[in-house]
Every structure is written in structure tokens, then in C-alpha cells.
């Protein structure tokens, strides 16, 4: 159902207030490095109404306190799945008054090519608005239901993509809660489809060291723990091992006339891999399955251990040598010499890249990323370019993209990171994209942007002196008088697609 579905998320009519992640900071004399770009300091709360800046089309969904919709962004075009959800279903006497803002919270954090993107929100007095990633393939429930049944390749391939993200999400303590084939959105209908997580409403950030004590879920998917409402993140490879049971053989393992049935069957923890649909089924299948589907969390397997179970290696298998050649020139040849100039170019990628480039995109960087943790290591990159030339030219290459690409200094190359720089340039710089990036980012309509407009959609980071955004406007600023007009604001963009040697669009 579009982007995004409805749940029990708990809240009631108090202003929205969003913990900021913070980011990783570099130390140096100039101001300009105090800002450090990430993809969660584009995501924030903006000031005005929703409709002055979306013309909202088909309903794409609805639930218990709201509604999803296609929305068509006024300035660049880019369709996105709002999520509306209205003030007056949320009751004021919840358990927990933060808990709606999770969802906000947590898809600020992070940053994966399997989970779906939060690119603003907004309030008013009758509703809080999500503005996500508009995901165009349908579900993937709809998907095995067409299909009756998946291949063992093509389950492998959904599986280690709902994996990938999942381990992202462990690694980062960040529990989902509601794993089903409903919330899992494919870009196209296909067997290659890039699989999408959404619905982050009842997730939550978990105390590696405490149990989850709040039943969130749904009858078919449930972990017996979170029945018993003492559990830990495991409870989502039980939903894992649930989704593709159903893959395989097209039933759930545990069912029954009415949700009362269905929990008690889950309780009971018994399912059977017998009859004709399991009958070509490998035994290497049946082992994930088993070790997922674990009645006792201690048992039961890892979203790490998962992602690198045979069956899942064997079948899901990427060659490195048939990586995408123009996204690994792209990131050789990248390099940003103003921090704006970097962050005005990451925004737009963020913001406005191509569904088709997308997808190249997210194809390739799954190629490099072997171990599934949504980034790119030293020696995963290396492994890519020793596939193109000698190691020796290899490894220097691979050091002068980590200098030049690693922007937020952690180490590793995010994904957003990855799609600044790896994007093509002529196509993402386009006068028609330059220019809506201006009208977004000058809110006020005024003709020029100024330093508090660049950090509202610039940095989530409220600690910043205005001194650095101000640092940051001199460097472009050619009339000095403390503001970017659109002409200053073309000529940055244009001296950078002059230095990486790209036709400029005048």
C-alpha cells in the first residue's frame, strides 16, 4: 500500500520534537569543516504548509489513523508517498507519547539501499506528514501471490536483500517489530526487483543489554516472545523465517481460522516442511528456515549468521567483475573542492537522482558491499578495483577515494556517499535540477539564500555557529553581500562540472 502502512504508533497532539543523530565530527581550523555532511541533516521538519509544496494525487493506502497518498513535489517534479497521519485518531492517554515519532526518529539514522527513504516531514493543526520515497513495483506479498510460488534463486535474492537491511538495522540497534511481506516494496515487478523495507511506525531503538517488554506485530509474523512481551531483536528473524516459509511454499507456517488461532498455533512453535510443495525444496532451504524459525531466541540465528548461511551464499551469489565500469570511474574521478559546493551536490542527489539511475546505483553498490552492511569498506572497494587493474594501482586509487569520497570521515563509504559521487554528473547537474535545487533551498521565495536557509535543509546539526554557514557563503558569495543569489549559486555548480571535465548545460 504505497510507501508506507498504518499502525498502533502512540502519540497525541504535542508539537513534533525529532532527536537529531549526531554526526561525526573532524577537527581542523577552518570553519567550513565544523559542517559535516550526511544524508540525515537533509531530513527536517519544514516550516509552512504541505500543500504548498505538494499537489497530492492517488490514495495509495490507508489504516487506522491515516492515510498514504502520491504526492508530486511543486519545484522538482519527484513523486514521493506521503504518509498523512490525523491528530484526532491518536488517542491523548497512550503509553508512550513519542512513540509516532520512531518512525521519523529511526529512517533519519539511516542510510541503506533496502530500506525506503524519509526525505521531509511537516505539522499543522490537523496532521503530521511523512514525505517518503514513492517505491513504484508493488508488494512483495502481491508478488508471491502472482508468481504462487519463488524460485530458490529468486527467494534467496528477496531474502539476502530483507537480510542486508535487517542486519544494517541490528548493527545500529534498531529493531523493525513488524516484518511481514506487506511492508517489504519492490521498484519493479520482477525478479530483480530491489526490495524495499518500509513501515518503520512500531520499530524502536533497543538497549543491547535489556529485553523488549511492548507487543507490536502482526498474527501470521509474530515472534512467541513478543507474545510473551520479553524479547530482543531476534524477533524479527522469526518474521524472517516466517516470509520465507511463505516464499517457498506459498502458506504460512502457522495459521488458523482467526487471529486467536493463528497466536496459538505461533505459541506452539510447530510448522512442517512436509507435502508437495517442499518436496524440490533443498535441504540447505529448509536449514535457514529451521534455524530462523528457532522457538527460543538463544537458538535462534543472527541477522549476521543469516546473511552468511550457505544457502544464501550460494544461491545469491554477485560477481565483482560485472560491477557497473561508469560507477567506478565516476567515483575515481570524484572530488569536491568547497564543503557547499559538496553539500549542495549531495542534496541533489539525495533529492532529485533519476529512478533509472537509482537503480544502477543501488545495483552496483549491493556488488561492492560483499558482507551486506550497508557500506563499502577499504577492502571491498579494493576487491572492485582489482577486478579493473593491477592491485598495486588498485590500492592507490581505492586510498584517494577514501580521502575524497569518505566526506563524514567514518571510515567507510555510505551509501548516500556513494550515490553523490558515483551519479552522472551531466544528468544530476542538469539546468533544471540546479535551478529547483535553488528554489527549494530558498525557502522565502526571496531570490537569494541565506545562512539559516542552508541549514534547515542542509544540517540537522543545531550546533553549528552561524559563523560557519556564513564562512561557507563567502566562498561562493562573488558581490559579498552575505547571500547566494542564483547566478553565484549556477557558477559554483558549473566550476564543478568544469573540473570533472562534464558538458555544462547552459
Not at 509474530?222 to 520465507?244: M, R, T
Not at 541549514?455 to 558581490?479: F, G, P
Request: glycine share 4%; aromatic share 8%.
Amino acid at each position: 500500500m504505497g510507501s508506507s502502512c498504518m499502525k498502533n504508533n502512540e502519540n497525541s497532539k504535542e508539537k513534533i520534537k525529532i532527536s537529531n543523530p549526531k554526526p561525526v565530527k573532524v577537527s581542523h581550523s577552518n570553519k567550513t569543516s565544523d559542517f559535516v555532511v550526511e544524508a540525515s541533516g537533509f531530513i527536517g521538519k519544514r516550516k509552512g504548509s504541505i500543500n504548498d509544496h505538494y499537489i497530492f494525487s492517488t490514495k495509495l493506502g490507508s489504516g487506522a489513523f491515516g492515510s498514504v497518498r502520491l504526492g508530486i513535489h511543486k519545484t522538482t517534479n519527484q513523486k514521493r508517498a506521503i504518509k498523512t497521519i490525523q491528530k484526532s485518531n491518536i488517542s491523548e492517554d497512550m503509553r508512550e507519547k513519542t512513540q509516532f515519532f520512531n518512525e521519523v526518529d529511526i529512517l533519519r539514522q539511516t542510510d541503506h539501499p533496502n530500506i525506503v527513504r524519509l526525505y521531509e516531514f511537516y505539522e499543522d493543526d490537523e496532521n503530521y506528514h511523512l514525505v517518503l520515497e514513492y517505491v513504484t513495483g508493488g508488494e512483495l506479498f502481491d508478488y508471491i501471490i502472482k508468481s504462487k510460488h519463488l524460485s530458490e534463486n529468486i527467494a534467496a535474492n528477496f531474502m539476502k536483500q530483507i537480510l542486508s537491511a535487517i542486519a544494517y538495522c541490528h548493527r545500529n540497534n534498531i529493531v523493525h517489530r513488524d516484518l511481514k511481506p506487506e511492508n517489504l516494496l519492490l521498484d519493479k515487478e520482477g525478479p530483480d526487483a530491489t526490495l524495499k523495507i518500509i513501515d518503520f511506525g512500531t520499530s524502536a531503538i533497543f538497549d543491547p543489554k535489556k529485553q523488549m517488554t511492548h507487543k507490536y506485530g502482526t498474527a501470521y509474523y509474530i515472534a512467541p516472545e513478543v507474545l510473551s512481551k520479553n524479547y530482543n531483536e531476534k524477533c524479527d528473524l522469526w518474521s524472517c523465517g516466517v516470509i520465507l516459509y511463505i516464499i517457498l511454499s506459498g502458506r504460512p507456517p502457522f495459521y488458523g481460522k482467526n487471529d486467536k488461532e493463528i497466536l496459538r498455533s505461533v505459541l506452539e512453535g510447530h510448522y512442517s516442511v512436509q507435502g508437495a510443495e517442499w518436496a524440490k525444496i533443498s535441504p540447505e532451504a529448509k536449514s535457514l528456515i529451521s534455524r530462523m524459525l528457532q522457538f527460543n531466541p538463544k537458538d535462534r540465528i543472527t541477522s549476521e549468521q543469516a546473511l552468511n548461511h550457505p544457502w544464501i551464499l550460494a544461491l545469491s551469489e554477485t560477481n565483482t567483475s560485472n560491477i557497473d565500469s561508469t560507477s567506478l570511474n565516476n567515483l575515481q574521478n570524484f572530488h569536491a573542492e568547497l564543503k557547499l559546493q559538496y553539500a549542495i551536490l549531495s542534496f541533489i542527489a539525495f533529492q532529485m537522482v533519476s529512478k533509472d539511475e537509482s537503480k544502477r546505483l543501488s545495483d552496483a553498490f549491493s556488488k561492492i558491499d560483499k558482507n551486506k552492511d550497508g557500506k563499502l569498506s577499504h577492502d571491498e572497494l579494493l576487491e572492485a578495483y582489482m577486478q579493473q587493474m593491477g592491485k598495486e594501482a588498485a590500492i592507490e586509487e581505492v586510498q584517494k577515494i577514501m580521502r575524497q569520497v569518505d566526506v563524514n570521515n567514518s571510515g567507510f563509504i555510505d551509501y548516500n556517499e556513494f550515490i553523490t559521487a558515483c551519479s552522472a554528473k551531466d544528468e544530476l547537474l542538469s539546468k533544471e535540477n540546479i535551478n529547483s535545487a535553488f528554489r527549494m533551498l530558498d525557502a522565502d521565495n526571496s531570490g537569494k539564500i541565506t545562512g539559516n536557509e542552508l541549514k534547515e535543509y542542509l544540517s540537522s546539526d543545531n550546533s553549528l555557529r552561524k559563523d560557519v554557514w556564513d564562512a561557507m557563503i563567502k566562498e561562493v558569495d562573488q558581490n559579498g553581500d552575505g547571500e547566494i543569489d542564483i547566478e553565484e549559486f549556477k557558477l559554483m555548480m558549473i566550476n564543478y562540472l568544469k573540473k570533472t571535465s562534464v558538458d555544462v548545460i547552459s
